[in-house]
């Protein structure tokens, strides 16, 4: 006998973003796409929970960071898009972005996230490597003999 497994998909996630605030975070390759309106505090990150989509307890601290930083840990819903890069990168790109997309709502809140850098891209990335070395810096093992 044969069992038909039918496979559930998740429901397609549909919010209401209609007065929402826009902004784009980046961090090393990682880019977010952030809407941001007043509500409950909920975050979804591509379709899901912000704790579903990131396992990491630090990365979970980072994105509400800027939320406890304004005291307003409650007061917006956030949707975003991420892509490109690892899970630290995509939450550097998220929190840069709902940084920016605070500033468009409420243009008081500048001076408090630009004191805790948060409204900057943080503009490092991996050094390239360069010819005639094992890696960007390291050398090969020198033997004088």
């Given at each position: 006998?044969e069992s038909v497994?039918?496979?559930?998909?998740?429901?397609?996630?549909k919010?209401?973003?209609?007065?929402?605030?826009y902004a784009?975070?980046?961090?090393?390759?990682?880019?977010?796409?952030v809407?941001?309106k007043?509500g409950s505090?909920?975050?979804y990150?591509?379709?899901?929970?912000?704790?579903e989509y990131?396992?990491?307890?630090?990365?979970?601290l980072?994105?509400?960071?800027?939320?406890?930083?304004?005291?307003?840990?409650?007061?917006?819903?956030?949707r975003?898009?991420?892509?490109?890069?690892?899970?630290?990168?995509?939450?550097?790109?998220?929190v840069?972005?709902?940084?920016?997309a605070?500033?468009l709502?409420?243009e008081?809140?500048?001076?408090?996230?630009?004191t805790?850098?948060?409204?900057?891209?943080?503009?490092r990335?991996?050094e390239?490597?360069?010819?005639?070395?094992r890696?960007?810096?390291?050398?090969?093992?020198f033997s004088?003999?």
């Amino acid at each position: 006998m044969e069992s038909v497994q039918t496979i559930s998909k998740s429901p397609k996630l549909k919010l209401d973003f209609k007065d929402s605030k826009y902004a784009t975070g980046r961090r090393k390759k990682s880019i977010a796409k952030v809407w941001i309106k007043k509500g409950s505090g909920k975050i979804y990150v591509n379709g899901k929970l912000f704790n579903e989509y990131f396992k990491s307890e630090f990365h979970h601290l980072q994105i509400t960071r800027p939320f406890e930083i304004i005291k307003q840990s409650t007061d917006y819903d956030v949707r975003c898009s991420v892509s490109g890069g690892g899970p630290t990168g995509q939450a550097g790109a998220l929190v840069h972005g709902i940084s920016k997309a605070l500033v468009l709502f409420d243009e008081n809140l500048k001076a408090t996230l630009k004191t805790e850098k948060l409204t900057t891209r943080d503009s490092r990335a991996v050094e390239r490597k360069k010819p005639g070395r094992r890696k960007a810096r390291r050398s090969f093992q020198f033997s004088k003999r």
